[in-house]
Structure formats: C-alpha cells, structure tokens
C-alpha cells in the first residue's frame, strides 16, 4: 500500500515538472514586437529611427528565432568536417539576386532549405552575417586578436568552410556581411577605441543599449579589414559593409569621441575609411550598406553617409530603400510602405543620376582608384520582404524588382548590380518571382 502511494507520487511530481517545463519553453519561444509606434521624419535628421526599425526587426525576428533553432543542435554536414579553405566561385555572377541570413541560419540544418529555395526561385547570391549588430562572430577566424575580444564565445558556425564549399556547389556567390562601427564586444574589450559617455562616465550607448565605437580610430579600421581578409580566405566573394556610420540615435549630445576632433566634418571621416576599406584591399570585392535617404538626401544625415563618397571605392553600393523607411510626406505619400514601385523607383532614379554626375565631373584621381576597378560602383539595393507599414505580399516584393530593374537594368545603364531581398525570419515565403 505504502509503496504504491510512493508511485503515485513520483508519477504526480514527474508530471508537474514535465508540464513546467513544457510551459517555460512556450514563454521562452514567445518574440513580441509592436513597430506601429515607430515613425520616421521625413526631413531625415531622424534617419535613425529607420534603422532601429531594421535592427529590432534583425534582432527580434531574426536572430532570436535562429538561435533558438540553431544552438539546439549543430547539422552533421556543417560539424567540423575537414573541409579545406575554398577559393572563390569560379564563374561569379555579373548581376546578383541574393538574400539575407543570419549566422544562426546558416548554421542550421536550414541551410538545406535555403539553397533548396535559390535554386527554385531563380536566387543566385547568399549575404551571411559575419559579425552581426551584437558583435559576435559567425565562426571562430584564424585571428587572435579576434578571439581575445571575446567575439568567438557565441559561434553560430562550426565549420564555415563548408557552408561555402555547398553554396559553391550549388554556384551561389557567397557575400560575407560585416557590421562596422556598433560593436558592443569590441567597444568593451577596447575601451580606448569606443565612444564615451562625458555625462555618465563610461561607454556611450545609443537606444537600444548598443555601444560603438569611434569611426576615426585607426585600431578599428585594422580589426574590420582583418575580419574582411580572414572572410575571403575562407572563400567568400565578397564583403558587404553595414553600419558604416556615425551614430543616429540615442543622446548624442553627450557623445565623447576619442579620436575624431568633431572638426572634421562626418562625411570626410566616413569617405576617409572608405578609402582605407580600399587601399587595403585594392582587388577585394567589397559593398557598402547605405541609408535609404541617401540615395536622394543633399547632406550626409548627420552620420556622415554621403553616397557620392562610396561610388569610387567600392564596387557595389547598396541602399536600404525598404518603403515602410521613408516617413510621410515622402512623394506626397502618407503613408510610403503603400507604394513600394514608387519609393524604390524614385531612389534609384537619384542615385544613378547623381552617379552620372559624379562621373561626368569627378575630380578623383586615377592613382585613387585601382585600374581593376570600374570608375564608380554598381547599385544593387537592399528591398523589402517584411511587413511593416504595409503587408508585403508577392506583389509588394515584384513591385520592388521592377522599379529597380526599370531604372537599372537598361541599355543606357551601367550601373546595375542585381538586387538583395531582407527578410529578418530568413524565410522568403513571400517571394515569388
């Protein structure tokens, strides 16, 4: 009698812990995001708040519900396997249809899925995060002043190689992504080299908590071309730039920056690391993530983005002109999200115009810019594939390529590069070509 009592108790007290935990792990699962009260200025001194827009998406959306997927188990095909190093695709696309991954995506066995996808949908371009908005790094580099910031004590790759060696094999060119100036790892380990705070004492950080580091400083110039380097000789085509800014949001007015004189204007500092990205990486193919408002904005939006400072050092440029970005009154619109041909047309549209002009009275020098190199770069823009502002359906992404290859891919036109698709789920069930 006793004894079944005892069993009946260990059956009860077993349940109570299996339903409690079934409970947590539904709580831990749970991602909210309210983006309605978010808005955007159309003027453009409050830029910012389009790229807090992306990055609550990127980290809310996007690497929240990889890492869930992706820390639970490492795919077989990605373990450590023995892959050596790759070379670069050997007949890399002229005209890029690519989409965005996390590491965290890259590292699941979604991976499969993605190429699966590319191969179905006409894709032939894959941008994977190197180092991301937190400053972590994808997979462990082969640079020891890399590993002693701590950036390698949340890999989301095991073997990178690999991951290039089945994107090669299914002839997807492979762009490495690299977040520049917002790194709260390095910003912590090289305190010297990060903004600081002069009301508060210590690092500055912006709204989200996120702290960056000081665009003039020679020692974060060196760590972005090392990683850039280390990503290329993995066999990456090509690094893509983002974050290449002066902060946009938070109390700026209590910024200390350690080596920028706050003389110098911002786009001068910013065209000065362009210049560095290419002088130390003279045959590398690098990209440059922009605002979307630069591509038709006559000043630098306070951050220093101005994009007749890109075109003549990296190959191709990329401007964020994500529609729901663009705040009211944008085109006499009042709520831009709704016509995404529209937005993305009149983007593009300024930006080749402005190109044009650049080239037609362009005083860079020819020793400036390797002959390897076309006299500007291509455009090749970041569009939308998430809903905000409006549902983007099928039609809403199509309207996006259309504008883009109605401007662009023209006889008249040399300035097309393809087009890269955001999806911060990394799912692009929506897009349909």
Not at 34 to 40: A, D, K, L, M
Request: with cysteine; hydrophobic share 40%; glycine share 8%.
């Amino acid at each position: 009698m006793r004894s079944g009592i005892w069993r009946w108790l260990v059956i009860f007290l077993f349940s109570s812990l299996a339903l409690a935990g079934v409970f947590l792990l539904s709580q831990e699962k749970k991602v909210e995001i309210n983006p309605s009260g978010e808005t955007q200025n159309a003027s453009g001194t409050e830029e910012g708040l389009a790229s807090a827009l992306r990055e609550k998406y990127n980290s809310l959306f996007g690497d929240k519900e990889e890492k869930e997927v992706a820390t639970s188990s490492v795919p077989e095909e990605i373990k450590q396997t023995g892959v050596p190093r790759q070379g670069p695709l050997a007949n890399p696309p002229v005209v890029v249809k690519g989409i965005y991954l996390t590491g965290w995506t890259a590292g699941s066995s979604r991976l499969k899925q993605v190429i699966s996808l590319a191969q179905t949908r006409g894709l032939n371009g894959v941008v994977i995060d190197v180092k991301d908005y937190s400053g972590y790094m994808t997979y462990k580099t082969d640079l020891p002043e890399v590993a002693a910031t701590g950036a390698e004590k949340e890999l989301r790759v095991a073997d990178i190689n690999s991951v290039i060696k089945q994107l090669h094999d299914n002839n997807l060119y492979a762009i490495a992504r690299i977040t520049v100036f917002q790194d709260p790892i390095l910003a912590k380990a090289h305190p010297e080299w990060a903004l600081q705070d002069k009301m508060k004492g210590g690092l500055w950080r912006d709204r989200k908590n996120l702290s960056w580091l000081d665009p003039a400083a020679e020692g974060v110039r060196a760590y972005h071309v090392a990683l850039a380097k280390d990503a290329l000789g993995h066999g990456f085509d090509e690094v893509n730039f983002d974050y290449i800014r002066f902060p946009s949001d938070g109390a700026l007015a209590n910024i200390e920056y350690p080596f920028w004189d706050e003389k110098i204007p911002r786009r001068d500092v910013m065209r000065g690391f362009f210049k560095y990205l290419r002088e130390k990486m003279p045959d590398a193919k690098i990209s440059a993530d922009l605002f979307g408002m630069a591509t038709y904005a006559s000043d630098d939006l306070g951050i220093g983005q101005m994009i007749e400072d890109a075109y003549p050092y990296f190959d191709f440029i990329c401007p964020m002109v994500y529609p729901s970005h663009y705040g009211p009154g944008v085109l006499g619109f009042k709520n831009p999200a709704d016509h995404p041909y529209e937005v993305v047309k009149y983007s593009m549209e300024v930006a080749l115009a402005r190109q044009e002009k650049q080239m037609a009275t362009s005083s860079v020098s020819s020793t400036t810019i390797p002959a390897s190199l076309p006299q500007m770069g291509k455009l090749r823009p970041w569009l939308q594939v998430f809903d905000l502002g409006a549902v983007y359906d099928r039609n809403m992404i199509n309207q996006q390529i259309a504008a883009t290859d109605d401007v662009l891919n023209t006889t008249s036109s040399k300035a097309y590069a393809g087009w890269l698709l955001w999806d911060p789920k990394n799912l692009y069930t929506n897009y349909q070509p």
